[in-house]
């Protein structure tokens, strides 16, 4: 565990996640309550719409909230297209919607449950004295049930605000910023400082709302307009804040997104081409932890516009190819693919591969006698399968089944970090890992080769969105990448930040990693990466 000056320094730098994080859930809250209250008065006069309703909410909450995040996007990028554009698909939108649905559900059942539970004769003495309908419900309910859906948004606000950490799933500054970047460098001080801040958050917004639910149930205005205040201060602050940071952060300058997938790898590379560009006088902000079925649709939505993607991903995912050409043609049809379908330049590839391999435990693969996918195939009836979360379900998996008919006895998915634990632990045999993964040396891995050439080449490729395929300032700064980064020079930057002891953090990697390709290009002049010189 990281010492106290450490998680202060942690801590100190979570003002914009936290502010971030702050506005989204309120806005979430906010709109939760916008739905859910006209539903409560339509529940009041149509009982079985306000069951439909329940149910409906009800429904809704049995969804994972990361699924229901990452559901909003396709469905957002969709309804852009259908109207011409102009739908914002990744960050703070989809957050906003998916977290309100889920807020929806507490200040409902509430609402509903406490309306029908008011005792009749109350109904009766108002219609006695001849009350209209508003009347009864302004004058005598809604001050009976005000407290109880006071309750139930002290519920949802404390929902809201836990799940709100999803939202960097889908490109939204959050303080799931640090938790999820903690947990795939297990830096479990970012993990500790912004699971604490979230939590601390959490508690004081409950507080507050509780305030307030005191003083609507005791009918005293004092507390209630004090707990008003003070939530209207926090989110206030929390407003000026974000527009602050964007502000001062921008100056007047050319704003670029540059995006990343949730491993090390792709955190390094990031502000790696973040540090070239705001060199080059650009103002650089990041959206990190984007899954591999967002990351691209988002480059070329434009909600993104620079990141580096995987030649495999592309050729399989996007293109739907299930030929192996060698690496150069691969390439070659990949830049013209992206640049004829949605305008996306390749700038080059950065001179390394990061391949699926299958790989085991030295001592494992030798006592079997496997050195390749093949052997493996013998075994595996006997052997358990770790892969990272997304292998099982692409189509590379699916070409490696096909071509070896490979079936083993269990099979579990891990972030990748975990995945190299559990085959050390001895919970799985074999994993799917990446061939820049500098935990391979460090653990003695042994990689099985793939005499089939099943899986495609994985050339890093560093994309650029149609928005500025054309501007060379940006291209001028990207250029000298390419070709630049050898694979065992990835490899070592890799495990400066997955090791467990001595970490380094990816933004002083990617300063070393940057110094690194500053040498190499002194010493020879030019790059001299045969795939690079081919590209250009």
Request: aromatic share 6%.
């Amino acid at each position: 565990m990281a010492d106290s000056g450490t998680f202060l320094a942690a801590l100190a730098t979570l003002g914009y996640p936290l502010a971030a994080h702050v506005v989204l859930a309120a806005s979430a809250l906010a709109l939760g309550l916008v739905i859910a209250l006209p539903l409560v008065l339509a529940a009041r006069a149509w009982p079985a719409a306000g069951r439909i309703a329940l149910g409906l909410a009800s429904l809704i909450q049995t969804i994972p909230a990361l699924a229901l995040l990452a559901l909003f996007y396709p469905l957002l990028l969709s309804l852009s297209a259908l109207v011409g554009g102009g739908i914002p698909a990744l960050g703070f939108l989809p957050s906003l919607l998916a977290l309100a649905l889920y807020a929806v559900l507490p200040i409902l059942r509430n609402g509903v449950t406490g309306l029908a539970s008011l005792d009749p004769a109350l109904r009766e003495a108002a219609d006695g004295l001849g009350m209209t309908a508003s009347q009864k419900l302004w004058w005598i309910e809604a001050p009976l049930v005000a407290p109880i859906v006071m309750a139930g948004i002290r519920t949802a606000a404390v929902w809201t605000i836990g799940a709100a950490t999803l939202s960097t799933t889908v490109g939204q500054p959050s303080l799931g910023d640090p938790i999820f970047a903690g947990l795939q460098i297990q830096d479990w001080t970012l993990v500790l400082a912004g699971c604490l801040a979230a939590a601390t958050l959490a508690l004081i917004a409950d507080g507050v709302l509780a305030l307030i639910e005191w003083g609507v149930a005791q009918g005293r205005r004092l507390p209630l307009l004090a707990g008003a205040a003070m939530l209207a201060l926090g989110v206030s602050a929390a407003v000026a804040s974000v527009a602050g940071f964007g502000q001062a952060a921008s100056h007047g300058r050319q704003t670029i997104t540059i995006g990343a997938k949730n491993f090390s790898e792709q955190f390094i590379l990031a502000r790696l081409i973040g540090d070239r560009l705001e060199a080059a006088g650009f103002t650089v902000r990041y959206r990190q932890g984007l899954g591999s079925a967002v990351i691209y649709r988002a480059l070329a939505a434009g909600d993104i516009d620079v990141y580096v993607e995987y030649a495999g991903t592309l050729w399989t995912n996007q293109m739907a190819r299930r030929d192996v050409p060698t690496r150069p043609a691969m390439i070659a049809a990949i830049g013209a693919w992206t640049q004829a379908t949605d305008g996306v330049r390749v700038v080059g590839p950065l001179g390394f591969e990061n391949a699926y391999v299958f790989a085991m435990r030295q001592d494992m693969a030798r006592a079997h006698g496997i050195a390749t996918i093949a052997d493996l195939t013998r075994q595996a009836p006997q052997l358990r399968l770790g892969s990272d979360l997304e292998f099982l379900r692409r189509p590379e998996w699916q070409a490696v089944q096909a071509a070896y008919g490979l079936r083993f006895a269990a099979s579990r998915s891990y972030s990748p970090t975990f995945m190299y634990r559990a085959l050390a632990s001895g919970d799985v045999d074999v994993i799917t890992a990446f061939s820049s993964d500098g935990r391979i040396a460090a653990d003695r891995l042994m990689v099985l080769t793939d005499p089939k050439q099943a899986i495609p080449g994985y050339d890093a490729l560093l994309l650029v969105s149609a928005a500025h395929a054309h501007d060379q300032r940006l291209i001028a700064a990207l250029t000298p990448l390419v070709g630049a980064i050898p694979v065992a020079t990835m490899q070592r930057a890799n495990y400066l930040v997955d090791r467990d002891q001595n970490k380094v953090s990816p933004q002083a990697v990617a300063r070393v990693l940057a110094q690194d390709i500053a040498r190499r290009r002194l010493a020879h002049g030019f790059d001299l990466h045969p795939l690079a010189i081919q590209h250009r």
